[in-house]
Each structure stands twice: as C-alpha cells, then as structure tokens.
C-alpha cells in the first residue's frame, strides 16, 4: 500500500517582497517633455519623408476633350454611351464626372461638360 505525506514546506508563503513595485510615473514636466520630444521626432521625419510626395513642376499631356451643351432629356449615360467603347459605358461615366468635377450623374439643360473626343 502506498502513502502520502503532506509537508508545509512548499505551502505558499504569506511574505511580501521587500522591495516596492517598479512603476513609472510621469510629472507634468516629464509629460510635456515628452510630448515635446515625440512632435519634434514626427516633424522630423515627415520632412525628411515629405520630398517623397512633391509634385513636379511638368503638367502632363492634356487630354483632348470637345465641349458638349446637355439639352433636354440628355442623360450622362447616354452621353457616355456615344463616346464610350462597347462594354465600357460605366468607366466613361466615371471619367467625364472626374473631368468635369461632377458629384454624381445629373445634369442640367443648358451645362457644358468636356466629353473626351474619339
């Protein structure tokens, strides 16, 4: 038969450490300095990372475009449809909106828009 022995030797002490917790606390001057440090650090590194997103000084090749008056019952849709490769109605509907700055697709009787030439 076999038997157990319970020893107190390895019971959990109830003894706290001496020595107190390590914990970080920040004052009002460390926290500005801080903050200070950290808005210098970000200055920094957006100018050094900014040149990276310049534009050029060159405009580009302007795209050929006709200027079309929209008449009554004249959709975008079937402006675009005119102009527009079969299949690809929707792309050009996109294109003569990003041309013309235009927030969606209504128009108004008398407007002129760029329509791209073919």
Known sequence: MSSITV????????????RPEARVRLTRRGRAVFLVTFLA????????????AAASREAGTPEPVR???VH???????????VAAPGHVRE?????????????PELQ???KIAVPRR
Do not use: C, K
């Open 7 to 18: 020893s107190t030797a390895f019971a959990p002490s109830r003894i706290r450490a001496t």
């Open 41 to 52: 650090l970000a200055l920094a590194a957006m100018t050094a990372l900014g040149s990276w």
């Open 67 to 69: 200027i079309v008056e």
């Open 72 to 82: 009554s019952g004249d959709t975008l849709y079937g402006i675009a449809g005119e």
């Open 92 to 104: 050009m509907v996109a294109h003569i909106e990003q041309l013309n700055s235009l927030n969606g």
């Open 109 to 111: 009787v008398g407007q």
